[in-house]
């Protein structure tokens, strides 16, 4: 491990039985490519409430022909009805399944929908991309979520299993909370140990103080690190304690404190580890404000191989 890395035990690290919330309301939106059967797989592996609500949701573009877009709603109704009796017939506790299908635009109408359902989640694809229209606009996903402040799930990985390498991302930050009790709720019962990653940028430090010496320098960030350290165990403790689980239930394995900047940081320990879920926030820009900062949860949206849950202000203080 080199100098510029810490990484220190946290709560006691072994699985726990989980007393967060169930997952009430899931919006599923497919685009009904052949990657829609790893999000809707995903989703029978969440742990829904008894007689949960699982929506499936097609939006058909208004930008299509007439004809062409007569033809694809027909085609929606058909195949969204043949995946809800599919899946009704295997998941389990009664969950009860509704599809629907839209014309418009998708991430203004998945929005729209999540907001009528009283989604608690939205689960979607990953999808292939514009690189210029996400740069500048977002991806579906990021845009939904400005619209929407509603929690979205985005799947890449096939759904072999549930979670079993999670990460959180935390910056320390009002979201950061609204990240850990979120990751509790899809996490499955015999939950995995949480590893968690934080990133200090010191470039400013380092322009205020760039009179100190190398040991100095190293006595600065180690300062910052047990700041950080402090504030991430506050962070849990009080997410934990709303989720009504003990520290030691908790299943928290180790916290790294890293300096640099937030992506690179994040996106090298999600490598390392192998993480199949990455849970981090955002503080949800939009309009002009997303085109001239962007976001870092988008970039790691991009830039990850493993699933993404984006978590924005405020999204889990309701449960």
Same mark, same amino acid.
């Given at each position: 491990?080199?100098?510029?890395? +810490? ?151 096939? *759904? ?32 995995? *140990? ?15 103080? +760039? ?16 700041k950080a350290l402090h504030d991430i165990s506050g962070v849990f403790g009080a997410a934990l ?21 937030p992506r690179s940081v994040v996106e090298e320990h999600v490598k390392t580890i192998e993480a ?9 820009y939009s309009g002009a404000a997303y085109m001239l900062f962007g976001t870092v949860s988008g ?13 924005? *202000? ?6």
């Amino acid at each position: 491990m080199s100098r510029s890395e +810490k990484v220190v035990p946290f709560f006691k690290a072994h699985p726990a039985s989980s007393r967060s919330s169930p997952l009430q309301s899931v919006l599923v939106a497919l685009d009904l490519t052949p990657d829609s059967d790893r999000v809707i797989g995903r989703v029978a592996l969440l742990p829904l409430a008894h007689a949960a609500q699982v929506t499936l949701l097609h939006v058909v573009p208004s930008g299509l022909m007439p004809r062409e877009r007569m033809y694809a709603e027909r085609e929606a109704v058909k195949l969204l009805s043949r995946e809800a009796e599919h899946w009704r017939e295997r998941l389990r506790g009664n969950v009860k399944i509704a599809s629907i299908v839209k014309i418009g635009t998708a991430a203004k109408d998945i929005a729209k929908q999540a907001l009528q359902s009283k989604s608690d989640l939205i689960v979607m694809g990953r999808g292939r991309g514009r690189p210029l229209r996400d740069a500048i606009l977002g991806s579906t996903a990021e845009r939904v979520i400005r619209q929407a402040r509603v929690p979205v799930l985005a799947v890449r990985l096939a *759904p072999r299993a549930e979670y079993r390498r999670p990460t959180l991302a935390l910056d320390l930050d009002p979201v950061a909370e609204d990240i850990v009790r979120l990751a509790l709720r899809v996490l499955p019962a015999r939950r995995p *140990p949480l590893d968690v990653i934080h990133a200090f940028d010191d470039l400013y430090e380092s322009r205020i103080y +760039k009179h100190l010496n190398e040991r100095e320098t190293e006595e600065r960030k180690e300062l910052l690190r047990a700041k950080a350290l402090h504030d991430i165990s506050g962070v849990f403790g009080a997410a934990l304690a709303k989720a009504e689980t003990r520290p030691e239930e908790g299943g928290v394995g180790r916290v790294g404190v890293r300096p640099g900047p937030p992506r690179s940081v994040v996106e090298e320990h999600v490598k390392t580890i192998e993480a199949d879920l990455l849970v981090v926030g955002t503080r949800g820009y939009s309009g002009a404000a997303y085109m001239l900062f962007g976001t870092v949860s988008g970039d790691l949206l991009r830039a990850t191989k493993c699933d993404v849950l984006i978590v924005p *202000p405020s999204a889990a203080r309701s449960t």
